[in-house]
């Protein structure tokens, strides 16, 4: 039997990258995934991957600054029945020196990573809260643990997730657990304009205990252990799946 089979589970940012593999991944353990993006057409081809493995999926445009927008999405969603899991993995990257950051690069950074998905935890959060259990999953980053020159609004952002996400495990216990991913260099459309530099993608391997870069699919696995019942007595943790680049 599917290990997941029954479970509604709400994976934002499932265009593409890290969010589409989770999606499929929870899918092929028989979860009903309930996919969002801004790009519909990226959208449609996760849609289209759920589909080709027997999956189930219900597919909605979201657009993660807007907080009425989240909170109507959790509404229609919630109306067709609870949602035991939800995968906050919606965000956006920067890289940029700190001295040519300005305030709007970190606003908007701030505002997606960090607002974007505070907004959606809330919105599934208290639904969850109200009928006494949910399982809670953002995503967030090694750069956010162990800081990376050249990332600073990147870094504050996924340091705040990851302060967010221990603040809200001690506030919403014991009926849910909140947790995070936090991965490393993963060759997706979001880090492809660096890992298309050959001295880039070296320098990341280099440094990488493991000796490459992420595959989008090895983080289905885990996100999979992360909505079952393997993470029940789990909570707050930011969980590395970097190749071993933090190093500690």
């Known amino acids: 039997m599917a290990s997941l089979s029954g479970q509604r589970i709400v994976v934002t940012g499932a265009s593409r990258g890290l969010g589409r593999a989770m999606a499929v991944a929870l899918a092929k353990e028989g979860a009903t995934v309930i996919v969002t993006g801004r790009d519909p057409s990226a959208l449609a081809r996760t849609q289209t991957e759920v589909a080709a493995i027997g999956g189930t999926s219900e597919l909605y445009a979201l657009d993660i600054n807007n907080a009425e927008e989240v ?15 939800v995968f906050a993995n919606a965000g956006i990257s920067l890289t940029k020196p700190a001295v040519e950051t300005t305030d709007a690069d970190m606003r908007r950074i701030i505002d997606a990573n960090v607002i974007g998905s505070f907004t959606t935890l809330r919105a599934f959060g208290t639904r969850m809260l109200a009928r006494g259990s949910g399982k809670l999953i953002a995503t967030s980053s090694d750069i956010g643990i162990r800081g990376s020159a ?54 990341i391997s280099d440094e990488t205990p493991l000796g490459r870069v992420g595959r989008a699919e090895e983080i ?3 996100a999979v252990f992360m909505a079952g019942a393997g993470s029940d007595f789990m909570t707050g943790e930011i969980i590395s799946l970097d190749g071993g680049i933090k190093k500690s």
């Open 150 to 203: 050249g990332w600073v609004a990147y870094a504050a952002s996924k340091g705040a997730l990851n302060a967010m996400v221990k603040t809200l495990a001690w506030e919403w216990a014991p009926k849910l657990t909140v947790n995070a991913i936090a991965p490393g260099a993963f060759a997706t459309d979001i880090n492809a304009h660096l890992l298309e530099q050959p001295a880039i993608l070296q320098a």
């Open 71 to 85: 909170e109507a999405f959790a509404e229609k969603v919630w109306t067709k029945g609870p949602v035991d899991t």
């Open 220 to 222: 289905g696995p885990l």
